[in-house]
């Protein structure tokens, strides 16, 4: 159960990761530079629903590892920042 709290924050940082480097990469140029909003709001949502995800997979490895205050709040901030899904796997691994 401990193993698979970790695999499943691991899973779920790696599709919101991808999901907002999309929204910023590709779906914002595409909202801005030829004006197709639809982009945004579809990958938005996708993105939405997998941040909801990723909170959740951080209450849960906390509730099971008891993870420090200080390690919750840098797997939050880490969903905020591009390509910080993927660092916090990184340091989850070692």
Same mark, same amino acid.
């Given at each position: =159960?401990?193993?698979?709290?970790?695999?499943?924050?691991?899973?779920?940082?790696? &599709?919101?990761?991808?999901?907002?480097?999309?929204?910023?990469?590709? &779906? =914002?140029?595409?909202?801005?530079? %030829?004006?197709?909003?639809? &982009?945004? =709001?579809?990958?938005?949502?996708?993105?939405?629903?997998?941040?909801?995800?990723?909170?959740?997979?951080?209450? @849960?490895?906390?509730?099971?590892?008891?993870?420090?205050? @200080?390690?919750?709040?840098? &797997?939050?901030?880490?969903?905020?920042?591009?390509?910080?899904?993927?660092?916090?796997?990184?340091?989850? %691994?070692?």
């Amino acid at each position: =159960m401990l193993k698979r709290s970790l695999n499943t924050l691991r899973y779920v940082g790696w &599709a919101e990761g991808i999901s907002f480097l999309i929204l910023l990469g590709i &779906a =914002m140029p595409l909202k801005y530079a %030829l004006n197709l909003p639809q &982009a945004v =709001m579809f990958v938005g949502m996708a993105h939405g629903f997998l941040f909801v995800l990723y909170l959740l997979s951080i209450a @849960w490895v906390t509730l099971l590892h008891r993870w420090s205050v @200080w390690r919750v709040l840098g &797997a939050f901030i880490a969903a905020f920042i591009p390509f910080g899904p993927f660092i916090l796997e990184r340091r989850i %691994l070692k």
